[in-house]
């Protein structure tokens, strides 16, 4: 199993800057891609940016490109979101997510991952 837990969330004024961070453990959690999605009052859970772990490579949702940056750290086995030029927009529960499998593509939908933090909650004022 995998086992993540996600922190760095709060209150924010619009502009402002936040980074998320994702902690992981469990076997093999280093060579697994890993994602962040979010998920608003009344909608649907929302992809917002992946990472090849071992790969380097990133994609990110149309609406937080060049806003977000998701980074890592393999040694700690942590995933990061910087995010920057927060609008009310992006007030939304954030979720670290991992795949069960170990291959490197980039997945954007949230049913290709399988093991989900608790999310933690982003709120961005006007």
């Known amino acids: 199993q995998v086992q993540l837990v996600e922190s760095g969330g709060g209150l924010v004024q619009a502009g402002g800057s936040l980074r998320l961070s994702c902690a992981a453990s469990?076997?093999?959690?280093?060579?697994?891609?890993m994602g962040w999605f979010r998920q608003a009052p009344g909608k649907e859970r929302e992809f917002v940016a992946v990472i090849s772990w071992t790969g380097g490579n990133t994609y990110y949702v149309d609406s937080v490109k060049g806003r977000f940056t998701i980074s890592r750290d393999n040694p700690k086995n942590t995933v990061y979101l910087q995010m920057n030029s927060l609008k009310p927009e992006d007030t939304a529960v954030y979720y670290c997510?991992?795949?069960?499998?170990?291959?490197?593509?980039?997945?954007?939908?949230?049913?290709?991952?399988?093991?989900w933090g608790q999310g933690t909650q982003v709120t961005v004022s006007s």
């Open positions: 469990g076997r093999t959690i280093s060579s697994r891609v």
């Open positions: 997510a991992a795949r069960r499998s170990l291959a490197q593509r980039v997945a954007t939908e949230a049913h290709e991952y399988d093991y």
